[in-house]
């Protein structure tokens, strides 16, 4: 570092405890930062150290990780409180009714629907809500010809919160830690196939739920915490795409920039045809970039491939597999779009083979998991 260190703000504590997380473990830098409590001097500072493997320095690298890490932070933050509504994909399903009036699906007259419903298979788990340490209390009972098997469930975490799960093929009563498996979905009670419905009941009235706790139950985690784990996926992939570099276009393909995303995955023209209100842009940036627009800026790039790859991997972790297995199989969808090929061994024309593609990936996952972590 060739800078000398002046009026260094902000101060480390004075930072929110998400960006005290992202810098302190996401990258060497923080160690840094830890010494000189001071972290405007990072981002002001010519950098000189060097990565060796990569061969950019560490201030560069830290300040494109910081831009992932906002964007994916800011995108599940305001995710967490937003309102659940109908065509919402939570944990990789999709909420086919939402809180409010509603024509009932079996009575046929509108009623106060004080849930939500999401489809699932039958059997999906159910985890308790709150962070490592908080206790989690769970009272099961049963109503036949309404909500089936029901769990209710008060966090020390939100006491002043209950959260009802209903059609559930089990429940388990009693104190549990949190993460513990307290439920699994079913088709029980009144009820037209197997789903979850989910009641957010504060002050002893239903509230319209909210997004982040439904996630929190149903992956067991709470959303944002494997941080870390994103921003080393982002980085593996990234490094495998295009090496950095937010320009690349494949000739082949025409695949574009870090993450090499497919433009039909921006303007939906998978049949020939660029559709508007459409694609990873519209989903991630609630507006449509053109496929220019995406490859001259390496922010939007960031945002869209971040947010893509934290809830693919979501989706691998909710459907019970293994971190190692789950980035293999995230791997295998981002290069083929199928995330069961992750063993295939044939070669694609020219290109390395759908396993060697997840196995390298994976590798340095590991790698850059292990390094983030370290220092
Ligand atoms: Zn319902």
């Not at 944990?91 to 409010?100: K, L, Q, W």
């Not at 962070?131 to 009972?141: E, K, L, N, Q």
């Not at 993460?179 to 079913?186: Q, W």
């Not at 694609?348 to 060697?356: D, F, H, L, N, T």
Request: net charge negative.
């Amino acid at each position: 570092m060739n800078s000398t260190v002046k009026d260094c703000k902000p101060h480390w504590s004075e930072l929110p405890p998400t960006w005290r997380y992202v810098i302190g473990t996401a990258m060497q830098a923080g160690e840094l930062v830890l010494k000189l409590g001071c972290v405007g001097a990072i981002a002001t500072s010519t950098w000189v150290m060097v990565d060796k493997e990569t061969n950019e320095t560490w201030g560069d690298r830290f300040r494109k990780v910081s831009a992932v890490a906002e964007a994916v932070v800011g995108f599940y933050d305001d995710d967490f409180k937003a309102l659940i509504s109908k065509g919402d994909v939570i944990a990789g399903y999709t909420v086919n009714s939402g809180f409010g009036l509603r024509m009932h699906p079996i009575h046929q007259e509108m009623r106060m629907h004080s849930g939500i419903d999401l489809p699932t298979p039958e059997g999906v788990q159910v985890h308790a809500i709150g962070y490592a340490g908080d206790r989690v209390s769970v009272r099961c009972w049963s109503d036949p010809k309404g909500y089936g098997t029901v769990a209710d469930m008060t966090s020390s975490a939100f006491p002043e919160i209950t959260f009802r799960a209903a059609h559930l093929s089990h429940c388990k009563g009693g104190e549990h830690r949190a993460g513990a498996v307290v439920a699994k979905t079913g088709n029980t009670g009144g009820s037209t196939g197997a789903h979850l419905h989910w009641e957010q009941i504060q002050g002893g009235v239903a509230q319209a739920p909210q997004k982040g706790y439904l996630v929190w139950a149903l992956n067991g985690r709470k959303p944002n915490e494997r941080l870390g784990d994103t921003i080393s996926l982002y980085q593996a992939i990234v490094a495998k795409e295009s090496g950095g570099d937010h320009t690349a276009v494949n000739p082949d393909t025409g695949a574009l920039g870090l993450g090499q995303v497919m433009p039909q995955n921006l303007n939906c023209s998978w049949d020939g045809k660029p559709k508007s209100n459409c694609g990873w842009d519209y989903d991630v940036l609630g507006r449509d970039v053109s496929p220019q627009e995406f490859l001259q800026n390496p922010e939007i790039q960031q945002q869209i491939v971040g947010v893509k790859l934290e809830s693919a991997l979501q989706r691998q972790i909710q459907a019970g597999h293994d971190m190692n297995t789950a980035v293999k199989r995230v791997a295998a969808e981002w290069y083929s779009g199928n995330p069961e090929l992750a063993y295939d061994t044939r070669p694609q024309a020219g290109y390395e083979s759908i396993k060697s593609y997840a196995d390298s990936a994976a590798e340095k996952f590991h790698r850059l998991r292990q390094q983030n972590l370290e220092k």
